[in-house]
């Protein structure tokens, strides 16, 4: 077992380093590459493709969370505020577009 930045260092591990067999990448992260190969990436293709999906871990749940303060009560307010949805830009774009579009 390897120490991990998270997700995305995992998929590079599992494409470039030798001796890597095994790696946990969230959903989010490995469908982020998938839209980029649609999208015409072929660098993406050339880093995902060569590692299919084997199983599942488990159902991933998204939750939309405020400050205690906030006056936002349900989803539909939150468009036009700033939100936030993780650290690495293409999960960040991913969650986005699959939670509010």
Known sequence: ?????GSAE???RMRY??????ALVQSDVYQAYLDMVVSGN??????????????PLYDEEI?????????????????GK?????????????RRRRCIG
């Open 1 to 5: 077992m390897l120490p991990s930045k």
């Open 10 to 12: 995992n998929v590079q």
């Open 17 to 22: 380093e030798p001796g890597v067999k095994f």
């Open 42 to 55: 072929a660098d993406a293709g050339k880093i995902i493709q060569p590692l299919p999906l084997i199983m």
């Open 63 to 79: 939750y939309f969370v405020v400050r205690s303060d906030s006056p936002l009560k349900t989803i539909n307010e939150i468009k």
């Open 82 to 94: 700033n939100t936030a949805w993780g650290r690495s830009a293409a999960a960040r774009r991913n």
